[in-house]
């Protein structure tokens, strides 16, 4: 029994960082969205959330976030599955194209959306640039002026940032199935299409699951890229909830409105992430 | 007529060369085991036959056509990996019929043969399950089911009991030469383990470094050891050898190694003052004899597993090992001669290790 307490001696600075650094604000955020904490006269209430339903402002930018996280997800999905493949075969300088594959994660998002920011830039960027001279344009094209095509412009940068991160899972997933299985299925009479679909496939599901709820997570909670890149203009067009959320809370100082978002998206994810939460507590039984 | 015929063949990887050229000619039906330590190329050379590892020269035919150009699945072989290599997705049922399925067999024949194999390898119950759901014996036969669903020309084991426990590697033993027995069809079977060669093999073909050393009966192996490797690596305990030279006094002649004085037989080859290597087995030493002196022996350990009796003991030449039937009341520390059984001394050339001659 008393080595039990020891035990619990050793976790306990650990488990105090926690509360300090996770808990703390959470708790925090819960109390202010019905307006408990840090106003003048705190008295429970359930306004923010009743607004929040009614606010087209926030039911605008919820339906830009589901948009963003289906579509941005979905392109580093593919494209991670895809690069992970190719950096999965036997090449030369294997980790030289890993590096390069993975530069894009390593810069921070904020950066990221500012070098996308001049790339799409009306006169000087890049991408303007190439159109002109290709002819496949007759005149700059306004990317982050327009409502559509700023948000496309949005989704296109971060798909090639964060991409890597859903590589790099399924690369591990990919590295960890047994080249048995692979001679297996060619003495069986697999073609190569037939050995990804009954051998990659099946033994990638586990980690495939947890880089779309990783994944999901991560870019529902994407700030710096659409701040630093469109600051969520034009108009609302790119708009995503943490922006909201900040807007209310830092700029309008709208606590208790702000917090009930930040809440309802932390809820809502609590639900996305409960298959992986299932999943790893299966693997650890 | 199933017969695999390699035939000087030789693998490089990157330049570096690892089997130099092999040549082994397995019959129809016959179980060969290709045994040898890790790194000796055995498992390459399987993987060769199997349509894995590409033929750097030389050329492999089974059943009589050459197969270096022929892709694995239309070599008619099926293998049983290591670990198994089932499909974690698919039932037992599932697996071993997958192969049929993908060569468009239609779903009576697929289901007869599954169950076929089931009911040869008691896997009726277990149709079923998943691959998870198995103890490692259990998917063992699962592999070897969907092997035999195949029907094929020569079944390839790569080191399949590897991963089994001690007591199962025994019982999975005798199934997989059983199994040989009732469906009669050309085994290549690779493993590091002698004793699983000596006990499945209806010849032996042991590697060393790329290279066949031997190849013949296990009992002929043993017998017979062409040279200090194949000596040593098979029986266990393995073989005493002893550094030395021959002596000769008129009809008497022994080995002297290190002031140790040990008998050969008259008829024994080799001129007084060849360098050799002398070799005896554990279980062809006694505790007392007649004739010659005996190797003055210091028991160090004593070990006893109910029906034999293994020592290890100190000369003055080094450790020697001998193992007796039953029980023996030697203890450690004690001083005892012993006597190797002269019809069973083995004598090698100390420069190329290759045997001498005839020793009886």
Known sequence: MRDNYKGYLFILPAFLMLLVILGFPAVAAVLQSFNLMWVSKPAFTLRAYTALAQDPEFLRSLSNTVLFVVVVVSSHLVIGLGVALLLNMEVRFKWLWRVVAILPWTMPDVIGGLVWRFMFDTLPGIVNSVLLRTGLSAEPVDWLGQPDLAFGAVMLAESWRGYPYAMLILLAGLQSIPRQQYEAAELDGCSAFQKFLFVTVPNLKHMFIIALVLDTIWESRLFGMVFSMTGGGPGYSTQILTLLSYKQYFQFFNVSYGASMAVVLATVLFFISLPYLRMSMRQQL | ?360
């Open chain 2, 1 to 360: 007529m199933a017969t695999v015929d390699i035939r000087n063949v030789r693998k490089a990887f990157d330049g570096h060369e690892v089997i130099h050229g092999v040549n082994v000619l397995i019959e129809d039906k016959e179980f060969v085991v290709l045994v040898g330590p890790s790194g000796c190329g055995k498992s390459t050379l399987l993987r060769m036959i199997a349509g894995l590892e590409e033929i750097t020269s030389g050329e492999i035919a089974i059943a009589g056509r050459v197969v270096n150009n022929v892709r694995a699945k239309e070599r008619d072989i099926a293998m049983v990996f290591q670990n198994y290599a089932l499909y974690p997705h698919m039932s037992v049922y599932k697996n071993m019929a997958f192969s049929l399925r993908l060569k468009g067999m239609d779903k009576a024949e697929i289901d007869e043969r599954v169950r076929n194999a089931a009911r040869i390898l008691n896997l009726g119950e277990l149709l079923e399950r998943q691959p998870r759901q198995l103890s490692g014996g259990q998917r063992q036969r699962v592999a070897m089911g969907r092997a035999i669903v195949r029907n094929p020309k020569v079944f390839l084991f790569d080191e399949p009991l590897s991963n089994l426990d001690a007591k199962l590697r025994v019982q999975m033993r005798t199934e997989i030469k059983d199994l040989h027995l009732r469906l009669g069809a050309t085994t290549v079977y690779v493993t590091h383990d002698q004793l699983e060669a000596m006990t499945m093999a209806d010849r032996i073909v042991v590697m060393s470094e790329g290279n066949v050393e031997q190849i013949g009966s296990p009992l002929s192996l043993y017998d017979r050891p062409d040279n200090t490797f194949v000596a040593g690596f098979l029986g266990s305990p393995a073989m005493n050898f002893f550094k030395g030279e021959v002596r000769r006094d008129g009809v008497d002649a022994w080995v002297e190694a290190q002031g140790l004085r040990l008998a050969l037989p008259p008829e024994a080859a080799g001129e007084s003052g060849h360098a050799v290597v002398y070799g005896v087995r554990p279980e062809h030493l006694r505790v007392g004899g007649e004739g010659a002196a005996g190797i003055p022996c210091r028991v160090v350990v004593v070990e006893s597993t109910g029906a034999a009796t293994q020592i290890v003991a100190e000369t003055p030449a080094g450790r020697i090992t001998a193992a007796f039937e039953g029980r023996h009341a030697l203890r450690p520390g004690e001083t005892v001669p012993l006597y190797a059984r002269l019809d069973n001394v083995h004598l090698f050339d100390a420069a190329t290790t290759k045997r001498i001659g005839e020793v009886r």
